[in-house]
């Protein structure tokens, strides 16, 4: 053999040639498998320079790094060996007991048994499709929808049907609708999935009303309710609600939620709560996927809400996100075009934004991170194309001064496109609400919602105090 023939000097393979070589051996749902458009974004977004109002972060800076090593020691000290041992599939029953308290926190009374801890609360979503889909079945969503959720149904080979939002959360009339359309045509959907509280991405929060509505229809119709609630406890203005579950008592609410959004992401926990039967199935799904949560960091926050008062630390994040809301919603006032629109929301860490119907978000995304600024395009959030001029926009994951900046940028990358817009049709751009007297985020929460354009000015007051959530109106 030559040194040319040497197996270290063998050209390489071409990509092509790769994908030829194991296609065959793929199952048939990769080919509907989608990438997580913010798991795509975060090693861009991880580097300095970049702005992310990308992801869905929370700020852990603000945990303090002494009460992280005083935890840790007091895992090493006390539950050394149990925590770097397996355990078992539901959980730790201290750890249960912690979650038993947070949902207590708003207003849901639930028995250990009916819990299982999860690795992070988007295993909650993987395990109910595991459990509950087989491929073709439809599932109910909301449109938009959490853009975490879209690749997981998709894996699972499910029919999204998804409803319409508006500024009190899915539309239960059209609901009511669209599953009357589907049992005539013989389908019956195995869940609806909804995340009521400060919806990821609309930021709305659905009203009181809607929520026993929507109830109500699982109970007549006998269907299961997927309940997100990751940010229920980051409330910031308005009363809290009661929870989907707590209505439902039980029966066919499957409840989710996680640590990540009010202790920590990286200790990748969840649980969910659900019917018995439904809660046995998805722990077996959970065996076959990791047997178990990670034990360390079962013990670790345990240790965190036996140290003190675990409400003052989520009360610290309130303070802290309330104002960065504040001063994306300042910001987004002085940038975007006037006909732009976005919502308010009362909690949680994002605001869903609508450009004019002629900018695609996609794109812009693509000359946003020339500018060293990173935001979700809104066609994530759907199944069907629609969403082309939205966006999710994250107002927890860094500070004020970047928060400026980066809807800043993103506001010259908008005007560079309105002004390219107009030259190239020759009707007038739109200016910025910069280049007229500046209005506040209560002035723009007072503006006209869809459906009440004959509503009397005197009346906006009393209107929501959410921007019109815009109606998608581009599609593949």
Aim: with cysteine; proline share 7%.
């Amino acid at each position: 053999m030559t040194i040319d023939e040497s197996p270290g000097s063998r050209p390489p393979r071409s990509t092509a040639r790769d994908i030829e070589r194991y296609a065959a051996l793929f199952a048939e749902r990769t080919k509907v498998m989608k990438s997580s458009a913010m798991r795509d974004l975060m090693a861009l977004t991880e580097r300095d320079d970049v702005i992310s109002l990308a992801g869905g972060l929370p700020d852990t800076s603000t945990f303090p790094p002494d009460s992280y090593a005083a935890l840790m020691s007091k895992v090493a000290g006390e539950y050394c060996a149990r925590a770097l041992q397996y355990g078992p599939t539901e959980g730790f029953a201290p750890l249960k007991r912690c979650i038993v308290r947070v949902m207590e926190a708003e207003g849901t009374a639930i028995d250990t048994d009916d819990l299982l801890v999860t690795s992070g609360g988007q295993q909650v979503i993987d395990l109910v499709c595991k459990t509950l889909l087989d491929p073709g079945d439809v599932v109910v969503a909301e449109a938009p929808t959490y853009p975490g959720a879209v690749p997981t149904f998709c894996a699972y080979q499910a029919d999204v049907v998804q409803i319409t939002m508006d500024r009190d959360g899915m539309r239960t009339d059209e609901l009511a609708e669209t599953l009357d359309e589907l049992e005539r045509t013989g389908r019956r959907p195995k869940f609806i999935y909804t995340v009521p509280n400060f919806h990821n991405p609309a930021g709305v929060t659905m009203s009181l009303e809607r929520r026993h509505e929507l109830v109500r229809i699982a109970h007549e119709r006998e269907l299961l309710v997927l309940e997100d609630n990751p940010y229920g406890l980051l409330r910031y203005d308005g009363t809290p609600l009661p929870t989907l579950r707590s209505i439902d008592r039980g029966e066919y609410v499957i409840y989710a939620s996680t640590f990540s959004k009010i202790l920590s992401p990286g200790v990748r926990l969840g649980w969910a709560a659900a019917p018995r039967p439904v809660l046995e199935k998805m722990k077996i799904g959970k065996q076959s996927s990791d047997l178990c949560s990670s034990s360390i960091t079962q013990f670790f926050v345990t240790a965190y809400f036996e140290q003190g008062p675990w409400e003052d630390y989520v009360r610290s994040l309130i303070e802290i996100y309330r104002r960065r809301r504040d001063v994306m919603l300042d910001s987004l006032a002085e940038h975007f075009p006037r006909e732009a629109e976005w919502t308010h929301p009362e909690g949680g860490l994002f605001i869903w934004a609508t450009l004019p119907d002629y900018i695609d978000t996609t794109d812009l995304l693509a000359r946003a991170l020339r500018e060293n600024v990173a935001f979700v395009p809104g066609r994530a959030a759907f199944v069907d194309g629609r969403g082309g001029s939205s966006m999710r926009l994250n107002f927890s994951g860094v500070g004020e001064d970047q928060i400026r900046e980066g809807i800043r940028r993103i506001g010259e990358v908008v005007r560079e496109q309105v002004g390219l817009y107009g030259t190239l049709t020759g009707a007038r751009a739109v200016g910025t609400a910069a280049a007229a007297p500046t209005r506040t985020p209560r002035e723009y929460a007072a503006a006209d919602q869809p459906g009440d354009e004959a509503a009397p000015r005197e009346n906006l007051e009393e209107l929501a105090t959410v921007l019109r959530l815009p109606a998608n109106r581009r599609a593949s």
